[in-house]
């Protein structure tokens, strides 16, 4: 069964910091999709993410960097030059596409606060 | 890109009612949408897949009974949370699928409190 791990609950920063937030997961599937998603106290999810399993290629997007290997099942998540807006929760997810299940299975999320 | 409409997007109402939550995809046709549930502080968890024109498929410990799914157009799906008690309250939110290999795209949630 799939399962993701975000071992992480909470982590507290200073504005300009860097950050990873870490992702391991299980799953059988040899197709698959991992993501990141930014929850704010709104409760609304941000699409952060998608990255295909075959793509072990690193992604940056601004202050945003994701870091995926499949040899250690770990998609991570680094914000650099952290700011107060980055505080919300960040939740890791997967969905197998083999299987037909494309439904999400999330980690338990990690809440960043970012202090000024 | 493709917009999710989830409504009510808050709701409070006494123990003992029903209550019904719309999610509309607005610009693209979903023939799969799913229901997630996230309690306070918690992750969010799969509740059913809803496939137009069929019965929702529900995940274990999920009573079909209580929250009543139905996708009865391409850009509708509703669940509805039937006799509802303090412990139904949660934050539900509702995803469609655009087609295969897309990505999901999330209403933005309907918080629901039961007195």
């Known amino acids: 069964a799939q399962k993701v791990t975000q071992a992480q609950t909470e982590i507290s920063v200073v504005e300009k910091e860097d950050v990873t937030l870490d992702c391991v997961y299980e799953t059988r599937d040899t197709t698959y999709y991992l993501f990141w998603y930014k929850q704010p106290p709104s409760g609304e999810l941000v699409f952060l993410i998608r990255r295909n399993s075959f793509d072990e290629q690193n992604e940056i997007s601004g202050r945003y960097s994701w870091n995926f290997q499949k040899s250690t099942s770990s998609f991570n998540f680094t914000i650099t030059a952290s700011q107060v807006v980055d505080s919300a929760v960040y939740f890791c997810a997967l969905s197998e596409e083999s299987t037909g299940r494309r439904a999400l299975t999330f980690g338990s999320g990690t809440r960043l606060q970012v202090q000024p | 890109g493709a917009v999710v409409s989830q409504h009510p997007s808050w709701v409070i109402c006494k123990s003992g009612t029903s209550v019904k939550i719309e999610c509309r995809s607005l610009d693209f046709q979903a023939t799969t949408m799913f229901w997630y549930r996230q309690f306070p502080k918690q992750s969010l968890m799969l509740m059913a897949t809803?496939?137009?024109?069929?019965?929702?498929?529900?995940e274990q410990g999920v009573e079909k009974d209580k929250f009543l799914i139905n996708h009865a157009s391409l850009t509708l799906s509703t669940l509805t949370v039937t006799s509802a008690h303090p412990e139904d309250s949660s934050f539900y939110i509702c995803s469609a699928l655009t087609g295969s290999n897309q990505p999901q795209h999330f209403g933005d949630g309907t918080r629901l409190s039961i007195l």
């Open positions: 809803s496939n137009e024109g069929s019965k929702a498929t529900y």
